[in-house]
């Protein structure tokens, strides 16, 4: 290896192609909803004394970093409740973003989402434990681990992913599909259900999970006001709701047990879910079912669309 | 006593992943499985609202880490250091008189360093008989990572005798600056008598640590709904702020309803909300929680006790 390397980073994604929101085929969901709601609880472990990764460093301090851990701690002793009461007060089941060591940890937490039907997928091992610098075989024995760990513990292999702490390779979608996912929450490029070409060539299917609504990014990353949130929450519903009369629409609102939970918050959340599920014609539901529904209904409309709308070009990029 | 949380080998190498949390510092409880508490005369809620008196030198060493509050301006950084003396100047006393018109108890966590060098301002804190709670040295003396277990130790020592000297009162309760930790802080002030320390954010109510000398039990105090927190760090308005604390305010009395006794925390910064334009949103808050039917408004010592009564005979 010389000093100058070569750069071998890709210019761009090739996980999808373009597809202009309005030339696309109608999509119907269950009941004739106009919109499919999903709310995706990350149920993480953070650990207080990770590895080393020498792309991302886990905490600002030295051990032990006191306010990163105990808080997300409070999530998992505190907040992981509170919202599920809000939950179950609404009648939504979670579709669960889970580091899997969680269940080593916390198996009550699992135990009530087992109860309730939960949906569980996989978010990695622990939220400190990166893909980056991992190579492809690293990448999918932390994938295998986290797959048979909740298949062990819920009876049910999880076809959903979410890179731990969002961290990704080049092949992680890749990955995940060749050990039996259908589902990605990894792509934030689009309101609606989209195929995702990957090396396997599996029917496979990235699932809207707005970063935009993720409680984290707005409260930690963007700082906005609990009541702004819920407001957002709610705009965002009316736009894609209205949407929803020409083609169906997928809405997700990721949390975070330590942060819609706390008590000055929680009221912002539960609101916005009064206001939801107040509307007819929206399908409650959850990642997988989202997922499961489209690759049997809509998937190879979608794929034949895709084809037809870039028929005209050959691929290239000028 | 150490940590036991063993470094991994690699990046699959999951060395603490078993039940419970990966250190054993203390046990994994999830609060709606405790015993629900009760609050003297059958309040449901307590009010736990600490007010921070602090010095931040003007000479900072910034070591081991650098607490947020303290100069970032070349020295002599007057505009900090002036801004950080007007709470014990000007916004302590807003802040109090707020505090008395709703009759809300604070315990006031200090610097030591500030009652050596402000007898007055110490002597309007004992006048009033609340309770005092230690705050380090400084500003500047972070209890971080990094810092010598000897050091610590003399810090700690320092911070306490002189506090205790002082104020003449027991000093029981604990609050670091900028809620850092070295490995070694909870052991070092178990082993000089604090009871209860307000580091650790991962609960809303008292638990029992495990240290390697005396007891100490963690008490809640919130840095997501604290005046530094929304108003320097996130910049939400102040009134925002304060409706925060009402929100949280009404939620915790409707759980504590159901659930047993739970605290609200609530710190008040008097150089941050003892400004003229701020402190009528403190006014506020300490209206709407103190008109509360159930709520009780305690020092952290008399909330402490009485949680740890229950706790412990559970």
């Known amino acids: 290896m010389t000093a100058d390397a070569a750069d071998t980073r890709k210019e761009a994604l090739d996980y999808y192609r373009p597809w202009p929101y309005d030339q696309r085929p109608k999509i119907t969901w269950p009941g004739g909803a106009k919109i499919a709601l999903w709310v995706a609880p990350n149920i993480e472990v953070y650990e207080l004394n990770p590895p080393a990764n020498a792309f991302r460093t886990p905490w600002p301090q030295p051990f032990p970093a006191v306010p990163g851990y105990s808080i997300r701690d409070y999530g998992n002793r505190v907040g992981h409740m509170r919202q599920m009461k809000v939950l179950d007060k609404y009648g939504i089941r979670g579709s669960i973003s889970l580091s899997s060591a969680l269940i080593d940890h916390h198996p009550e937490i699992i135990e009530l989402c087992k109860e309730r039907y939960w949906e569980f997928f996989s978010h990695g091992i622990y939220n400190t434990r990166y893909t980056y610098g991992l190579d492809e075989t690293q990448e999918r024995a932390l994938i295998q681990d986290s797959i048979d760990s909740i298949t062990a513990a819920t009876g049910r292999a999880p076809v959903g992913y979410l890179a731990p702490a969002l961290s990704h390779s080049e092949l992680t979608v890749d990955l995940w599909a060749e050990a039996g996912g259908t589902y990605t929450c990894d792509l934030f490029h689009d309101d609606q259900p989209t195929p995702v070409k990957l090396r396997s060539g599996k029917p496979f299917v990235s699932i809207p999970y707005s970063l935009e609504l993720n409680d984290t990014i707005a409260y930690v990353v963007n700082k906005i006001e609990p009541r702004r949130y819920g407001q957002m929450i709610k705009d965002a519903f009316d736009r894609l709701y209205a949407e929803g009369d020409e083609s169906g629409t997928v809405m997700c609102i990721p949390t975070h047990n330590y942060q819609v939970s706390t008590p000055h918050r929680l009221k912002a959340l539960e609101e916005a879910l009064e206001y939801i599920t107040g509307h007819s014609d929206v399908w409650v539901t959850t990642g997988r079912e989202i997922a499961d529904y489209y690759l049997e209904n809509h998937y190879d409309t979608a794929t034949a669309s895709i084809d037809a709308v870039n028929a005209g070009t050959d691929g290239s990029v000028a | ?314």
């Open chain 2, 1 to 314: 006593m150490a940590w036991t949380t063993p470094s991994a080998s690699g990046p699959l190498d999951y060395p603490n992943r078993h039940y419970g949390n990966d250190h054993d510092r203390y046990e994994w409880s999830m609060l709606t499985d405790r015993a629900p508490l009760t609050w003297p005369g059958g309040e449901t809620l307590a009010l736990f609202v600490v007010v921070p008196l602090q010095f931040f030198p003007l000479n900072p060493t910034g070591k081991p880490v650098k607490v947020a509050g303290n100069m970032t301006m070349p020295y002599p950084d007057l505009r900090h250091y002036t801004l950080r003396d007007y709470g014990n100047r000007v916004g302590i006393h807003r802040v109090l008189k707020a505090l008395d018109a709703s009759n809300v108890t604070p315990t006031f966590a200090v610097n030591t360093r500030l009652f050596e060098r402000e007898p007055l301002l110490r002597e309007l804190i004992a006048g009033r008989g609340n309770e005092v709670m230690g705050h380090s040295w400084s500003m500047d003396t972070a209890h971080a990572g990094g810092l010598e277990e000897s050091e610590e130790r003399e810090l700690v020592q320092r911070s306490l005798s002189r506090l205790r000297e002082l104020t003449g009162q027991p000093v029981r309760g604990w609050l670091s600056p900028g809620k850092l930790n070295s490995p070694n802080t909870p052991d070092l002030i178990a082993a000089e008598g604090i009871e209860y320390f307000c580091d650790w954010v991962n609960d809303e109510l008292p638990y029992r640590w495990n240290t390697a000398s005396g007891e100490l039990w963690s008490m809640p105090l919130a840095t997501e709904i604290s005046d530094t927190f929304t108003l320097v760090d996130n910049l939400h308005s102040e009134e925002s702020w304060a409706d925060q604390v009402c929100d949280a305010a009404d939620l915790l009395l409707a759980e504590s309803r159901e659930q047993g006794g739970r605290i609200l925390t609530l710190t008040l910064t008097p150089w941050l909300v003892g400004q003229p334009h701020r402190i009528k949103h403190v006014e506020r808050v300490l209206q709407h929680v103190s008109s509360l039917d159930g709520v009780w408004s305690a020092s952290g010592s008399e909330i402490f006790d009485a949680a740890k009564a229950q706790i412990a005979c559970a």
